[in-house]
């Protein structure tokens, strides 16, 4: 059993009690954890908020923040393959994925390290000839993180890198599910040289610990990934204390096929954006919307590359789908396919959980043409594809926005008019044309409706964790005229 310690004020601790972690593959424990309660929480953001306004942080200048964050982007790079090897036992993410994302981890750090000292102020032309005023960008304030176990370096990188940039503190919650790398990486902050209090990295449940940090008086700003029940419980615990959030929730994305596309090419974007991290992914293309005259040429290809698919052990590089995180997403999972095949959908492919050790669910294809089907609705959070046809440009665009989330989509066809009336139609805070699950450190991420509000990646991240102040500088030397008239 390996021992892992969360991290507060500079130092890693065991806290209050503590838990076992299980590895997906095998169903057995394999670590043990620290778990985080209301005192630790309380902890941790008071260090936050004396990093934030007393420490060495508040006093370095925007460059020297940027110096070192690219020491971090540095150490994260130097240590991507330890990082990913924990990932990938914590929580069954195949090692081939968690090695190329963490080492491009690495570069969203790179990404805000240089845009630290880049986040500007302005200087307003008013309308009164004796006065100047300026706008500064300051830090909003102490922020609370709330990070999923699914790619959660990388749904870490893409708040801690921008809040660092505005020169924010923070207390980031790992999930209580495959939390090992996250806490594993308060290693890289510490010998970063970041100072004590800036970055807090702890674990634990919801009701004891997420709870506690979203609803903590202290707390400016809640950043938060995850699924549309919790984002709730979240936003009535910031009635509490008025903190801003920003939701980067889940979705049911629809990727629309057209007849005249590559449909090999779309055929494979079609299998990395369901069955790529065994479909635990946030933007999981689950809806195939496929014109009705190449539905059955495209299921043909789609259920040949499912079936070659090798599913394996986690660890080993041949792997191309592993075991899902927990026992409850597998059984989720494998209900809401019986609840959809007796709704009247065609089992393509998969569907059967397999027998052995580990989490293991197989990548299915359900045919839902005509049918009411759960699967065209619920989020499975796992490697299930739903089929739908259509006939018509305008019903494929309806089909796409027959949901409540809308978090991201797909567009594949040569027809580069029609293609640009489907960016404008589809609501959905991602269009990817030609192309899925592509992603980088300049581009803004985040959804609409039940997918949440608030983006990250790009500048506009960054500017999310600043607020503005707004300072008059009187330059006349005359007696202030009428004390009770407004000026």
């Known amino acids: 059993m390996q021992r892992f310690q969360y991290y507060i004020d500079g130092q890693f601790l065991d806290g209050e009690a503590r838990f076992p972690s299980v590895d997906p593959a095998s169903g057995k424990e394999w670590a043990d954890l620290p778990e985080a309660r209301e005192g630790d929480v309380d902890r941790a953001v008071n260090a936050a908020e004396q990093a934030l306004y007393d420490g060495a942080w508040s006093k370095m200048t925007a460059t020297q923040r940027g110096k070192l964050i690219y020491r971090l982007a540095d150490m994260v790079a130097a240590n991507a393959q330890k990082l990913a090897e924990l990932e990938t036992r914590d929580t069954g993410k195949i090692i081939r994925e968690t090695s190329a994302q963490i080492a491009y981890v690495a570069d969203y750090y790179r990404y805000y390290a240089g845009i630290a000292d880049k986040i500007e102020g ?247 043409d005509g049918v009411n089907s759960p699967s065209l609705v619920n989020e499975f959070f796992g490697p299930v594809l739903s089929v739908v046809s259509f006939e018509t440009e305008a019903e494929a665009l309806a089909l796409a926005n027959d949901t409540h989330y809308g978090l991201a989509s797909g567009v594949f066809t040569q027809n580069l008019t029609r293609a640009h009336r489907l960016m404008k139609g589809i609501r959905a805070g991602i269009v990817w044309v030609n192309t899925y699950r592509a992603v980088s450190p300049i581009a803004p991420f985040g959804g609409f409706g039940l997918s949440g509000h608030g983006r990250e990646g790009g500048m506009a991240a960054a500017l999310d964790y600043t607020r503005t102040k707004t300072i008059w500088l009187r330059t006349s030397d005359d007696p202030i005229p009428d004390p009770f008239v407004m000026r």
């Open 122 to 368: 302005s200087y307003l032309p008013i309308d009164k000839p004796d006065m100047d005023v300026w706008l500064r960008r300051e830090p909003i304030g102490v922020v609370a993180m709330v990070v999923p176990w699914n790619s959660q370096l990388f749904l870490s990188a893409v708040k801690i890198g921008p809040a660092l940039a505005a020169g924010c503190t923070m207390v980031v919650k790992a999930s209580e599910d495959g939390p090992a790398p996250l806490l594993e990486f308060a290693r890289l902050i510490h010998e970063a040289g970041f100072p004590a209090g800036v970055v807090n990295i702890i674990t634990g449940f919801g009701a004891s610990c997420g709870a506690a940090l979203s609803r903590h008086p202290k707390v400016a700003h809640v950043a938060f990934t995850g699924g549309p029940e919790t984002a709730r419980h979240i936003v009535r615990n910031s009635a509490e204390n008025l903190a801003s959030t920003s939701l980067e929730l889940g979705g049911k994305s629809p990727f629309i096929v057209f007849a005249d596309a590559d449909l090999g090419s779309a055929a494979n974007a079609q299998v990395a954006g369901i069955f790529a991290a065994t479909g635990q992914s946030c933007v999981a293309g689950s809806r195939l919307i496929v014109e009705r005259r190449v539905k059955e040429e495209f299921l043909t290809l789609l259920k040949g590359k499912a079936e070659a698919i090798v599913i394996g052990a986690p660890l080993d590089m041949a792997t191309e789908v592993g075991p899902l995180a927990t026992r409850r997403q597998q059984e989720h999972i494998a209900a809401l396919v019986d609840k959809s095949v007796q709704s009247g959908a065609r089992l393509v492919t998969g569907g059967h959980r397999p027998g052995g050790e580990g989490y293991y669910f197989p990548p299915t294809i359900l045919d839902c």
